[in-house]
């Protein structure tokens, strides 16, 4: 299932969304496809939440897979260790806003990491 979600991400892609991505600051040491948020909305939105599958795109370093695994994740099986984990790849305000905004100010210790 991971290698055909990243194959429609891939064919959702726009180079010049990339272009414009970077006229905003959103640079990354992982690949970035130009995939629009609301086609990342919608995909997420077919494939619902899924928590072992956020997991696999989280790990594939693409920009959107990371953004789309903030979506699909499960906040209940979201602990403080994979939190930890995927805040050290954040490496432009994009991804950190979209995990922060989909995922973790669900779980149940979103203030207590915000504190921290």
């Not at 994009?94 to 921290?116: E, G, H, I, P, S």
């Amino acid at each position: 299932m991971i290698e055909h979600i990243l194959e429609i991400l891939g064919s959702l892609g726009d180079k010049r969304n990339v272009e414009g991505m970077k006229r905003f600051g959103i640079t990354s040491s992982s690949k970035i496809l130009g995939v629009p948020k609301p086609k990342l909305r919608e995909l997420a939105k077919k494939i619902g939440k899924n928590h072992e599958l956020a997991l696999k795109l989280w790990d594939s370093n693409i920009h959107e897979a990371r953004i789309l695994a903030s979506m699909i994740a499960e906040p209940e099986k979201v602990d403080e260790d994979l939190m930890e984990l995927w805040v050290k790849d954040f490496d432009n305000w994009d991804l950190c806003d979209q995990c922060v905004m989909n995922l973790f100010w669900r779980t149940k210790f979103a203030y207590k990491k915000a504190v921290d």
